[in-house]
């Protein structure tokens, strides 16, 4: 089984989303950033390494915010989602074809990659709730 990482980085009150490159896995679909844990790393590690190699950023990693198993093909993944903010650098799109800051609730106008959609969705019911209480 192949561990995979991937962050919520909020700022603003938005969340940060990548769209993957049109080649490999999931072709131009949209991700939370993250990659897969090399052998000896912690996830965290695996997390602040991924974000450094992939958007040029220094990440604090909070508290798990999901996991989900999922299946590519014939390779079974095991997805934590933590909770996490850009403590230094600029982002830099290296190998994304594009990355956005977006509201939570308009999270479900992009399209997923499946190991992303539950978060993706449970994150924008999130923001909802809290309009509705907030009201």
Not at 6 to 32: T, V
Not at 69 to 98: A, P, S, W
Request: charged letters at 30%; one cysteine or more; glycine letters at 8%.
């Amino acid at each position: 089984m192949t561990q995979v990482t991937a962050a919520i980085l909020r700022q603003d009150e938005k969340i940060l989303i990548c769209q993957r490159d049109n080649s490999g896995s999931c072709p131009l679909l949209w991700e939370f950033p993250g990659g897969k844990l090399e052998e000896g790393e912690t996830l965290a590690e695996c997390l602040v390494r991924e974000c450094q190699e992939e958007l040029g950023v220094t990440i604090q990693v909070g508290e798990v915010f999901a996991e989900s198993r999922h299946t590519y093909g014939d390779k079974e993944m095991c997805f934590t989602f933590f909770e996490g903010r850009i403590v230094e650098g600029e982002l830099e799109r290296t190998v994304h074809q594009d990355i956005r800051w977006v509201r939570a609730e308009d999270l479900g106008r992009y399209t997923f990659c499946p190991a992303d959609v539950e978060v993706a969705e449970r994150l924008g019911k999130a923001s909802k709730m809290v309009r509705i209480v907030l009201k």
